[in-house]
């Protein structure tokens, strides 16, 4: 990873810190956490009122996204779901809800912070089929085909390496899976100089990619029956879209990216002297039961 894609990386993880430490801080008032401060085009507001009123004040305080991926997933009892940048839980408390007690959600994040937020609120949504896990969206910590369903909520566009993004997505879904994400996505005339002139990259601006771009990254991974459809505009030429695909069923995964091979099952390293679990609380073997690993060779 370049210096620049590092430092990049660093902000965003600064920022959504901040926001996860002032929620927490804010539930600790006498009158609950208040919502992060964002544009009308982000945040709970984009959720029904009803499936807000459902979950922990502090999940919903924390949502910073651009849409709802949940309501535009179509996802039934008993499935498997990602959520890739999953922050405060909003949508892996909402997907639990609708995959019920014979499926099971996972959250993805790379910050602590909003990690420690998501398992309070799970906790205190009472949410039992529902699992977070540290790491990036690049390098996804659990095994190949074993997804029935990805989501992202105005994430994508803040990694510096889409292509991995996409096809770590393609590797963990299973043959017919599929995704329903919520993106930030640029008119195809606009230049990367132009979207950067309408905001920053951890605003979810600079670092969006175009209508072709996206769909070409994800033809370019292997998915197939590509849709993205605008929703609302988040700035000049930039909207909130939902963007959907399929894995096709006679696919094969694609090769793993390259931080992607130093993880699986949940472990770093993966069957080597020097793997680690990928949630610090976990030791190797109790992370690679939890993913559904077949490698079961554990240095623990």
Known sequence: MSEQSTDLRETVRRRYA???????????ACCGPQPVEVDESFGSTLYAADERDALPAEAVAASLGCGNPTAVAELREGERVLDLGSGGGIDVLLSARRVGPDGKAYGLDM???????????????????????????????????????????CVINLSTDKPAVFAETFRVLKPGGRIGVCDVVADDTLTAEARAERGDHVGCIAGALSFA??????????????EITPTHAVADGMHSAIVRA?????????????????????????CTPAETSVAPARTVSDAKNASGCDCQDSQD
């Open 18 to 28: 901040a926001a996860a430490v002032k929620v927490t801080e804010g539930g600790t």
């Open 111 to 153: 910050t602590e912070e909003m990690l420690a937020l998501a398992l309070a609120n799970a906790a205190k949504a009472g949410a039992r089929n529902v699992e977070f896990l540290k790491g990036t969206i690049e390098a996804v910590p659990l095994p190949a085909n074993t997804m029935d369903v990805v989501l992202s909520n």
């Open 213 to 226: 771009e996206y769909r070409a990254g994800l033809e370019a991974a292997g998915f197939t029956d590509v």
């Open 246 to 270: 399929t894995k096709p069923v006679a696919a094969e995964s694609a090769p793993p990216a390259t931080e992607a091979s130093r993880a699986c099952c949940g472990v770093n390293s993966c």
